[in-house]
């Protein structure tokens, strides 16, 4: 077969060449070529499966024509539309692209505030408030003489949010105009010019030149390079954060016909429009050839050209169509417990209030139509003003309250609607997402959740936390629930190379802390550390130790591989050599030296293990790899490299050798590739298998991360008719990726063992105790990893997620399910090794294994409750809880998601997650990215009032932390892709612990406060107006002076309880961060509940009762001030809001739990402003008039100042509303203290009711109980000893 036959696709010609030749070679072989014609048959009719019509082509695949921007128009109008997400379709050709909500020039400017009005009214608070404006001005229900005085106020929240968000979309502006503008080079195949474009003038189908350094301006295919193996390397920081180059190339059979390549009117066939960074899927067809294009062909928009000086490449994805465009599609809606309680408690107090005004509208129709009140011409007067015509008989038709009792009911209820107007806070939602903003900035600015290292150029990167959604602040501080990765998360993500097993052999000496914990716990020798020899080379990532050379008694890996004469000597090579070829590891060059660059920190480690043994990886070009074995350069043909993801969970190179042997190298997860390894006894000794096997479990006890690693010699008969097939697959239009896994597949069967490598992880500082901490704060934590069985138990222990007091239960299917029991955890009392072909274990095996589990666990509990019952018979201090763990695995986990997702049995989802809530601690081994999401979710959905937070550091944990209630991105290794897509980002898993225990549970208290203060206060406000109807035949006469009722939220109560909910603490960090139970008050929802909210509402409404009745049967029926004038109704109303005012702001006080001296301030000036406020309007001038106010207060300050019955009104009311909450608060702090009473006190120096004196060491004195039912214990600890009160917590 020629090369042309496999672009032309023409196998049948092939077929037939081949037996030809093979027949005239030797007659023996026509066998094997009649095999061979069999097989390219088969191709054919894979071929023909890949084949499909115009019509359903349009639907499904792109076309672009090369520098023909008409013909390539014409193609994108025929896509379809699709729905994404993102949406797009039809094509889009321009380049051009727009972020900003609203268009910025000089012409369409004015219309940005009708388009940003028209979104700020889709919220109901906003259209409920002009709602109310529109009642204001209708004369017959108007309480304020027609005009809409709540407009002033509505129109400040509008124009606050206006400017925010005007300012914000400025800003996307600004940045989306310089994005534009770019300057990029255009390629004019016909003449051959190079000009000078902006981003947004290209186009679909053109072809531009990127110079090093420049980035990308949309996304392209390279079709030449300045580099002379058509190589050129790119970063890719914009999209996924990761620093590291990587290489991208022109296709191989593009690379030798330029001219064909580049020419006019020759298209490009790929996929439509996505999302996927990762992949891609095409065909360039010029007029003799179809060559197919992936991910490694293709330059993405945003990401920079390196070490390259030039590329070439044709434009297939512009705008808002390109890869980087897709991925801003916003993130999932999240919305925080509080937010969705608040809702709630908004429906229920609009349902109060309109309760408020039917009874009144009701009353008021029977009782102003009774004879002795409706025919009353004082109260309503003449109609008409008619005297003349009096008739006291027909009354009714001369007085203006008329006959139609329905009208009036309707205008009753719409008066007394505006009457309870700020039932609901006007500047709620606005005042929490300014205490929100303030509370992210100081996290933000915390220090101790700040973090800098220098990476390997040492250059400093510094990682402060950001908090990237204020909506879920306070949700931090009841997280039931959380699910962490494991590597980059909990360990460093920072590799070290430290065993190899190579042919049943074990290299490498010393272990690991997790090593030595394993070893602690069993009872077992723990091997001394080893300190590294004197002259031992030095090489990056690699923590090898061998044995001393005069130690014969163990393998030494330096003497094997550096004496050819050893019969392990091939194997070791091999070994090393196959760690150097399989990797798509780059060298890059900085300040004179060269490091290797890898978005996979495994593989970098992995070929700095071969490098220190002297197999030095360095170069790649195009398909040669060059590698110095022992100092001489040697180098390979990369036929093909198969490349790793978590679905394969391996990868594999096939390579030529300079001989032309064909060998393929494969590495990867155990249990992956154990089943592709040879069956035959003289390629893989079952001896040499068992003791790799050994190995491996030894490495697992270290917590040290493996591989397997196979090789294979590959026939030249078995590669080509693989390669054609191979081919097929890479240029199919339809399924590309599935076809190609299938015919990777097939290749890599038959392996021969090689060996084992162990790489080390080590856990980042504070993980244990972080971890511990959350424990001891009632979260339940779950450790999702693709980790072993055992590795993954023994981090668990390292990291304390468990410990040998508690009982593990097990629900692990296929191999690991054999083990049987691990220190001390119950065994498989079903047994799980009954599975399917795929190792999924049976449902109804599954069902009862689980069953039998949760038995185990009640078993537990109930022996140590017998047990404690006997020590408290015996007044014995009572042992704590005992806690279990659960240990589950992939193959248990396939089972239950089966079981759930098909319907099969909905009870065996049920039994799980009834198991993992009684549990304290789960981990997940083996599981895959879409498995961990698939956990989150299925936690999330069968608990719906539990709420959930998911951590981890790279892309596949993306699914995980955007199912999550609250997703937390720590700044990895591995890009940025998980912090991007989360919450919050913070440095390192240590910083949970501040972030949730500290700011967590201070927002939610603070924000607690905040909603229940401000609906209180407005309860406060309007409810004196019902009473006042009581009086006044609910006329719907409106007693409040209007200036100081519309800004008594705006002004007068508005600074002090912005201050308290975002400064306020209930307990210091210190006392938090040392005593991590208190975060159980948020778990326990103790700061805003249902029962909570209406504590607070019926509060407010019995100190309006005290404030409006105090004040009239102070001032009674006659009162008169000296010039004669009576106080009058107004009069009376200032007055009320004199105590409404101060009762409000020195209601506050009574919360504040840390006081700075500025509370103090904001409250003594918001008194101060109103008492202002009444000054002016009770003066003796025009001003009030002027502005728009009656002066209906006139003269009434001075008079009611100097009178001692108005004092002595304030102080009888300020005791009848405070002092009965100061008193349950003194009595339940002295005698049912909270856990946070308790911190205070400790924090202010008495530790177990003894005052500490100065200087005196606290550490180590205060006995710390942790339980699940605090507030109980510490009630009867109380009672029993009023010196053990910190020790209940």
Request: with cysteine; hydrophobic share 40%.
């Given at each position: 077969?020629?090369?042309?036959?496999?672009?032309?696709?023409?196998?049948?010609?092939?077929?037939?060449?081949?037996?030809?030749?093979?027949?005239?070679?030797?007659?023996?072989?026509?066998?094997?070529?009649?095999?061979?014609?069999?097989?390219?048959?088969?191709?054919?009719?894979?071929?023909?499966?890949?084949?499909?019509?115009?019509?359903?082509?349009?639907?499904?695949?792109?076309?672009?024509?090369?520098?023909?921007?008409?013909?390539?128009?014409?193609?994108?109008?025929?896509?379809?539309?699709?729905?994404?997400?993102?949406?797009?379709?039809?094509?889009?050709?321009?380049?051009?692209?727009?972020?900003?909500?609203?268009?910025?020039?000089?012409?369409?400017?004015?219309?940005?505030?009708?388009?940003?009005?028209?979104?700020?009214?889709?919220?109901?608070?906003?259209?409920?408030?002009?709602?109310?404006?529109?009642?204001?001005?209708?004369?017959?229900?108007?309480?304020?003489?027609?005009?809409?005085?709540?407009?002033?106020?509505?129109?400040?929240?509008?124009?606050?949010?206006?400017?925010?968000?005007?300012?914000?979309?400025?800003?996307?502006?600004?940045?989306?105009?310089?994005?534009?503008?770019?300057?990029?080079?255009?390629?004019?195949?016909?003449?051959?010019?190079?000009?000078?474009?902006?981003w947004q003038d290209i186009e679909v189908g053109d072809v531009i030149e990127i110079r090093n350094r420049e980035l990308i301006a949309a996304d392209v295919v390279v079709v030449e390079s300045s580099d002379p193996n058509g190589l050129c390397f790119v970063m890719t920081a914009n999209l996924d954060g990761e620093t590291n180059l990587k290489q991208r190339k022109v296709h191989t059979d593009m690379k030798h016909d330029p001219k064909d390549v580049l020419k006019r009117g020759v298209t490009v066939q790929c996929e439509l429009p996505n999302n996927r960074l990762n992949t891609f899927e095409g065909t360039y067809q010029t007029g003799t050839a179809s060559h197919s294009l992936g991910a490694e062909n293709v330059l993405l928009r945003g990401t920079q050209?390196?070490?390259?000086?030039?590329?070439?490449?044709?434009?297939?994805?512009?705008?808002?169509?390109?890869?980087?465009?897709?991925?801003?599609?916003?993130?999932?809606?999240?919305?925080?417990?509080?937010?969705?309680?608040?809702?709630?408690?908004?429906?229920?107090?609009?349902?109060?209030?309109?309760?408020?005004?039917?009874?009144?509208?009701?009353?008021?129709?029977?009782?102003?139509?009774?004879?002795?009140?409706?025919?009353?011409?004082?109260?309503?007067?003449?109609?008409?003003?008619?005297?003349?015509?009096?008739?006291?008989?027909?009354?009714?038709?001369?007085?203006?309250?008329?006959?139609d009792k329905v009208a009036y009911f309707f205008i009753k209820f719409f008066n007394y609607v505006l009457i309870f107007t700020n039932f609901v806070p006007i500047a709620h939602v606005l005042t929490l997402d300014i205490v929100k903003l303030m509370q992210s900035s100081f996290m933000e600015n915390d220090l101790k959740m700040y973090h800098e290292f220098k990476d390997l150029f040492g250059v400093t990167q510094e990682f402060p936390m950001v908090a990237r959604t204020l909506e879920l602040s306070e949700e931090l501080g009841m997280v039931d629930y959380v699910f962490s990765d494991k590597t980059g998360t909990l360990t460093c993500n920072v590799m070290e190379f430290r065993k190899c097993s190579i042919q049943g052999i074990s290299y490498g000496l010393?272990?690991?802390?997790?090593?030595?914990?394993?070893?602690?716990?069993?009872?077992?020798?723990?091997?001394?550390?080893?300190?590294?020899?004197?002259?031992?080379?030095?090489?990056?990532?690699?923590?090898?130790?061998?044995?001393?050379?005069?130690?014969?008694?163990?393998?030494?890996?330096?003497?094997?591989?550096?004496?050819?004469?050893?019969?392990?000597?091939?194997?070791?090579?091999?070994?090393?050599?196959?760690?150097?070829?399989?990797?798509?590891?780059?060298?890059?060059?900085?300040?004179?030296?060269?490091?290797?660059?890898?978005?996979?920190?495994?593989?970098?480690?992995?070929?700095?293990?071969?490098?220190?043994?002297?197999?030095?990886?360095?170069?790649?070009?195009?398909?040669?790899?060059?590698?110095?074995?022992?100092?001489?350069?040697?180098?390979?043909?990369?036929?093909?490299?198969?490349?790793?993801?978590?679905?394969?969970?391996?990868?594999?190179?096939?390579?030529?050798?300079?001989?032309?042997?064909?060998?393929?190298?494969?590495?990867?997860?155990?249990?992956?590739?154990?089943?592709?390894?040879?069956?035959?006894?003289?390629?893989?000794?079952?001896?040499?298998?068992?003791?790799?096997m050994a190995h491996l479990d030894e490495y697992v006890n270290d917590g040290l991360r493996t591989l397997l690693v196979g090789q294979r010699k590959i026939p030249d008969a078995e590669y080509e008719p693989w390669a054609a097939k191979m081919h097929a697959a890479e240029i199919a239009l339809v399924n590309r990726e599935e076809e190609r896994y299938a015919v990777m597949d097939e290749i890599e069967l038959g392996l021969e063992l090689m060996g084992a490598t162990a790489i080390e992880d080590k856990l980042q500082g504070g993980v244990g105790d972080t971890i511990a901490a959350l424990r001891d704060g009632g979260v339940k934590v779950w450790m999702l990893t693709g980790d072993k069985v055992g590795t993954a138990v023994n981090i668990g222990y390292s990291?304390?997620?468990?410990?040998?007091?508690?009982?593990?239960?097990?629900?692990?299917?296929?191999?690991?399910?054999?083990?049987?029991?691990?220190?001390?955890?119950?065994?498989?009392?079903?047994?799980?090794?009954?599975?399917?072909?795929?190792?999924?274990?049976?449902?109804?095996?599954?069902?009862?294994?689980?069953?039998?589990?949760?038995?185990?666990?009640?078993?537990?509990?109930?022996?140590?409750?017998?047990?404690?019952?006997?020590?408290?018979?015996?007044?014995?201090?009572?042992?704590?809880?005992?806690?279990?763990?659960?240990?589950?695995?992939?193959?248990?986990?396939?089972?239950?998601?089966?079981?759930?997702?098909?319907?099969?049995?909905?009870?065996?989802?049920?039994?799980?997650?009834?198991?993992?809530?009684?549990?304290?601690?789960?981990?997940?081994?083996?599981?895959?990215?879409?498995?961990?999401?698939?956990?989150?979710?299925?936690?999330?959905?069968?608990?719906?009032?539990?709420?959930?937070?998911?951590?981890?550091?790279?892309?596949?944990?993306?699914?995980?932390?955007?199912?999550?209630?609250?997703?937390?991105?720590?700044?990895?290794?591995?890009?940025?892709?998980?912090?991007?897509?989360?919450?919050?980002?913070?440095?390192?898993?240590?910083?949970?612990?501040?972030?949730?225990?500290?700011?967590?549970?201070?927002?939610?208290?603070?924000?607690?406060?905040?909603?229940?203060?401000?609906?209180?206060?407005?309860?406060?406000?309007?409810?004196?107006?019902?009473?006042?109807?009581?009086?006044?035949?609910?006329?719907?006469?409106?007693?409040?002076?209007?200036?100081?009722?519309?800004?008594?939220?705006?002004?007068?109560?508005?600074?002090?309880?912005?201050?308290?909910?975002?400064?306020?603490?209930?307990?210091?960090?210190?006392?938090?961060?040392?005593?991590?139970?208190?975060?159980?008050?948020?778990?326990?929802?103790?700061?805003?509940?249902?029962?909570?909210?209406?504590?607070?509402?019926?509060?407010?409404?019995?100190?309006?009762?005290?404030?409006?009745?105090?004040?009239?049967?102070?001032?009674?029926?006659?009162?008169?001030?000296?010039?004669?004038?009576?106080?009058?109704?107004?009069?009376?109303?200032?007055?009320?809001?004199?105590?409404?005012?101060?009762?409000?702001?020195?209601?506050?006080?009574?919360?504040?739990?840390?006081?700075?001296?500025?509370?103090?301030?904001?409250?003594?000036?918001?008194?101060?402003?109103?008492?202002?406020?009444?000054?002016?309007?009770?003066?003796?001038?025009?001003?009030?008039?002027?502005?728009?106010?009656?002066?209906?207060?006139?003269?009434?300050?001075?008079?009611?100042?100097?009178?001692?019955?108005?004092?002595?009104?304030?102080?009888?009311?300020?005791?009848?509303?405070?002092?009965?909450?100061?008193?349950?608060?003194?009595?339940?702090?002295?005698?049912?203290?909270?856990?946070?009473?308790?911190?205070?006190?400790?924090?202010?120096?008495?530790?177990?009711?003894?005052?500490?004196?100065?200087?005196?060491?606290?550490?180590?004195?205060?006995?710390?109980?942790?339980?699940?039912?605090?507030?109980?214990?510490?009630?009867?600890?109380?009672?029993?000893?009023?010196?053990?009160?910190?020790?209940?917590?």
């Amino acid at each position: 077969r020629e090369p042309g036959d496999r672009d032309r696709g023409d196998f049948r010609g092939a077929a037939r060449l081949r037996m030809v030749q093979n027949t005239q070679g030797d007659e023996g072989s026509c066998a094997t070529a009649a095999g061979e014609a069999r097989r390219i048959m088969e191709m054919m009719t894979f071929r023909k499966k890949q084949t499909v019509d115009a019509a359903t082509l349009a639907q499904t695949v792109r076309t672009v024509v090369v520098d023909d921007r008409v013909a390539s128009r014409a193609k994108l109008k025929e896509e379809p539309f699709r729905d994404g997400p993102p949406s797009t379709g039809p094509g889009l050709p321009k380049n051009k692209v727009t972020t900003s909500l609203y268009t910025w020039n000089i012409f369409q400017i004015w219309a940005i505030i009708p388009l940003d009005l028209w979104r700020q009214f889709h919220r109901a608070a906003n259209v409920y408030f002009l709602i109310i404006i529109v009642l204001q001005m209708i004369n017959k229900i108007s309480i304020t003489g027609g005009l809409p005085t709540v407009a002033p106020p509505l129109a400040l929240i509008l124009t606050v949010t206006f400017c925010k968000d005007a300012y914000e979309d400025y800003r996307r502006h600004v940045a989306d105009h310089a994005e534009n503008v770019t300057v990029t080079h255009q390629v004019d195949l016909v003449t051959g010019e190079v000009k000078d474009v902006h981003w947004q003038d290209i186009e679909v189908g053109d072809v531009i030149e990127i110079r090093n350094r420049e980035l990308i301006a949309a996304d392209v295919v390279v079709v030449e390079s300045s580099d002379p193996n058509g190589l050129c390397f790119v970063m890719t920081a914009n999209l996924d954060g990761e620093t590291n180059l990587k290489q991208r190339k022109v296709h191989t059979d593009m690379k030798h016909d330029p001219k064909d390549v580049l020419k006019r009117g020759v298209t490009v066939q790929c996929e439509l429009p996505n999302n996927r960074l990762n992949t891609f899927e095409g065909t360039y067809q010029t007029g003799t050839a179809s060559h197919s294009l992936g991910a490694e062909n293709v330059l993405l928009r945003g990401t920079q050209l390196r070490n390259t000086e030039s590329i070439k490449g044709v434009v297939i994805y512009t705008g808002a169509e390109s890869k980087i465009q897709m991925n801003n599609a916003a993130p999932p809606v999240k919305m925080s417990s509080m937010t969705k309680l608040c809702n709630v408690e908004t429906l229920w107090i609009i349902t109060l209030q309109a309760t408020f005004c039917l009874v009144a509208a009701a009353s008021a129709v029977t009782l102003n139509y009774r004879d002795d009140v409706k025919c009353n011409m004082y109260i309503w007067g003449p109609k008409d003003n008619d005297l003349a015509n009096w008739d006291r008989a027909n009354c009714i038709q001369h007085t203006s309250i008329g006959e139609d009792k329905v009208a009036y009911f309707f205008i009753k209820f719409f008066n007394y609607v505006l009457i309870f107007t700020n039932f609901v806070p006007i500047a709620h939602v606005l005042t929490l997402d300014i205490v929100k903003l303030m509370q992210s900035s100081f996290m933000e600015n915390d220090l101790k959740m700040y973090h800098e290292f220098k990476d390997l150029f040492g250059v400093t990167q510094e990682f402060p936390m950001v908090a990237r959604t204020l909506e879920l602040s306070e949700e931090l501080g009841m997280v039931d629930y959380v699910f962490s990765d494991k590597t980059g998360t909990l360990t460093c993500n920072v590799m070290e190379f430290r065993k190899c097993s190579i042919q049943g052999i074990s290299y490498g000496l010393g272990t690991t802390e997790i090593g030595r914990a394993y070893r602690e716990r069993n009872n077992m020798p723990v091997e001394a550390e080893v300190p590294p020899l004197p002259g031992d080379k030095q090489t990056p990532n690699v923590n090898f130790r061998d044995p001393d050379p005069s130690d014969r008694s163990r393998p030494s890996l330096s003497k094997v591989i550096s004496d050819p004469g050893n019969p392990r000597h091939q194997g070791v090579h091999d070994f090393f050599l196959s760690l150097s070829l399989n990797h798509e590891v780059l060298p890059e060059k900085r300040d004179g030296q060269t490091f290797l660059s890898a978005s996979n920190p495994d593989e970098a480690a992995l070929v700095y293990a071969a490098q220190h043994f002297d197999r030095r990886f360095h170069e790649r070009k195009m398909d040669d790899v060059r590698v110095s074995v022992e100092g001489v350069e040697q180098s390979f043909t990369v036929l093909h490299n198969l490349e790793f993801s978590s679905k394969r969970a391996r990868s594999s190179v096939i390579v030529r050798y300079a001989d032309g042997t064909i060998m393929i190298f494969t590495k990867g997860a155990d249990n992956v590739v154990k089943k592709r390894l040879s069956a035959d006894t003289h390629v893989n000794p079952p001896d040499v298998y068992q003791a790799t096997m050994a190995h491996l479990d030894e490495y697992v006890n270290d917590g040290l991360r493996t591989l397997l690693v196979g090789q294979r010699k590959i026939p030249d008969a078995e590669y080509e008719p693989w390669a054609a097939k191979m081919h097929a697959a890479e240029i199919a239009l339809v399924n590309r990726e599935e076809e190609r896994y299938a015919v990777m597949d097939e290749i890599e069967l038959g392996l021969e063992l090689m060996g084992a490598t162990a790489i080390e992880d080590k856990l980042q500082g504070g993980v244990g105790d972080t971890i511990a901490a959350l424990r001891d704060g009632g979260v339940k934590v779950w450790m999702l990893t693709g980790d072993k069985v055992g590795t993954a138990v023994n981090i668990g222990y390292s990291c304390q997620l468990i410990n040998l007091e508690m009982n593990m239960l097990r629900c692990v299917a296929g191999e690991d399910a054999e083990k049987g029991v691990q220190e001390g955890g119950v065994a498989d009392t079903v047994g799980l090794t009954d599975v399917d072909k795929n190792g999924v274990p049976m449902t109804d095996v599954l069902k009862a294994h689980l069953d039998s589990l949760i038995h185990a666990h009640d078993a537990f509990q109930q022996e140590q409750e017998r047990v404690n019952e006997t020590r408290r018979r015996d007044q014995v201090p009572l042992l704590p809880p005992k806690e279990s763990c659960l240990v589950v695995d992939t193959n248990a986990l396939r089972g239950v998601e089966e079981a759930m997702e098909s319907g099969k049995d909905s009870e065996v989802g049920q039994l799980f997650l009834k198991l993992a809530s009684r549990v304290k601690s789960v981990i997940c081994a083996r599981v895959s990215p879409k498995q961990k999401s698939k956990i989150v979710a299925m936690v999330k959905e069968s608990l719906p009032l539990k709420v959930t937070l998911s951590i981890g550091d790279g892309a596949n944990d993306v699914p995980m932390i955007q199912t999550a209630h609250i997703g937390v991105g720590i700044f990895g290794l591995e890009g940025q892709q998980a912090v991007n897509s989360a919450d919050f980002a913070i440095g390192q898993f240590r910083f949970l612990k501040p972030l949730m225990l500290v700011h967590g549970r201070w927002n939610l208290r603070r924000c607690s406060l905040l909603t229940c203060y401000l609906f209180y206060k407005n309860a406060l406000l309007v409810l004196p107006q019902f009473f006042l109807g009581v009086r006044s035949l609910f006329s719907g006469m409106f007693t409040w002076y209007d200036l100081v009722y519309q800004w008594f939220n705006a002004v007068y109560t508005a600074l002090p309880i912005l201050f308290v909910a975002t400064f306020d603490q209930d307990v210091n960090a210190d006392i938090v961060m040392k005593y991590p139970s208190l975060y159980k008050d948020g778990l326990e929802r103790k700061f805003m509940t249902h029962g909570s909210f209406w504590r607070w509402m019926f509060e407010g409404i019995m100190h309006g009762v005290v404030c409006y009745f105090f004040v009239e049967i102070a001032m009674g029926e006659d009162v008169v001030q000296s010039n004669g004038k009576a106080i009058g109704l107004f009069g009376a109303g200032i007055v009320m809001l004199w105590l409404v005012d101060l009762v409000a702001n020195l209601r506050l006080g009574l919360e504040i739990l840390y006081w700075t001296g500025y509370e103090a301030a904001f409250i003594t000036v918001s008194i101060l402003v109103f008492y202002v406020t009444w000054s002016v309007a009770s003066s003796d001038n025009d001003f009030m008039v002027s502005v728009g106010y009656p002066n209906i207060v006139y003269g009434t300050m001075g008079w009611m100042m100097n009178g001692s019955w108005f004092w002595f009104t304030t102080f009888l009311a300020l005791t009848f509303c405070l002092m009965p909450m100061y008193t349950i608060y003194v009595v339940k702090r002295s005698f049912l203290p909270s856990r946070a009473d308790i911190g205070r006190e400790i924090a202010s120096g008495w530790i177990n009711g003894v005052k500490q004196s100065e200087g005196s060491k606290t550490n180590g004195e205060t006995r710390v109980l942790n339980t699940d039912d605090g507030h109980i214990e510490l009630q009867d600890v109380y009672a029993q000893s009023p010196a053990g009160r910190s020790s209940a917590l």
